[in-house]
């Protein structure tokens, strides 16, 4: 399999990692009145699609391990478990997500959900593996907790001027930071030890988890909408347009692209896994961006919680830049 062997190489795939999970979610914006329920079907075929094409591609070609099918065989029973466990979390954590960005936008959905999941995803990460620099490293976290918070008065602002079920989509975007950040300590956990199967097929036992666990939850999801609209027939997914189907299954495939990019780096010498969460959790500043300025999600939103924004970009681009040294200071 391929496995960085450089920094540089590393923060790449840090920073291809950061761009795929803030921009998946875009497919969804190209899906107007396709419900998120019928959209996350497609959505998980393409993430396990997009787990096959790296591990039979990235993860057989190098001589920095045994390739991808070698891996699958080799690996034991409780490393691949747990990675399946990290699917399943990650994916109820997902669902919700999708909900929060239905209700809430990008704009609001991915800084505080995702932002949250970067913070307890980052301090548990690190307790299973303490590598970088604990101080440059906390400290941008903390950073990133400040636009968190930031972000949050400036969606207040906006809700005072737009009807929106606000509460219900900040809570849900809190459930759905709490479950994100659990899930990748499980994979790095995966990937640790005798018997692990390597960052590449621990993305693939990583689909499985979300597909098995896609079928009970959005069905549930489906029948009990979050967000307070009509139950949700299968009947529509045979009803949407096929460019739905593919958007659907693009945003699938571009969030596991991110996904196995990420646990490729956090394997790489100095990395670590809280580095590498950390910075592909940059994604929440990517995704702000999208929805401030492509989907215009803030515009009738009064002057000072623009203005907020702005801080919320700076304190997010400080904290992420202190993560990514973290390794090498």
Known sequence: MFQPQTYAIALSFMLISMLC???WANTLKLCPGYRFQLFYWDYVIGVLLGSFFWGLTLGSLGHSGPGFLAAIDHADIRHALLAVAGGVVFNVANLLLVAAIDIAGLAVAFPVG????????????????????????????????AAIVVDALAYRMREQTQAAMSRRGVVICIVSGVLMG?????????????????????????????????????????????????????????????????WGAIGGAVWCTGAVMNFAASQAHLVGPAVSYSIGQGATMVSAGWGVFVWKEFGGAPAAAKRLLVWMFLLFVAGLTAVAVAPIL
């Open 21 to 23: 999970w803030g921009s």
């Open 114 to 145: 995702i932002g949250l999941a970067l913070v307890i995803g980052a301090l548990s990460s690190y307790v299973v593996s303490p590598r970088g620099n604990p101080w440059l490293l906390f400290g941008g976290i903390a950073l990133v907790l």
């Open 182 to 246: 659990t899930f990748y300590p499980l994979v790095a956990g995966s990937m640790g030890g005798t018997g692990s199967p390597g960052p590449y097929a621990a993305g693939f036992f990583f689909a499985i988890g979300v597909a098995i666990c896609a079928l009970p939850v959005n069905w549930l999801f489906m029948r009990k909408p979050l967000d307070g609209r009509e139950p949700v027939a299968l009947a529509g997914v045979f009803r949407a347009p096929s460019r739905w189907h593919v």
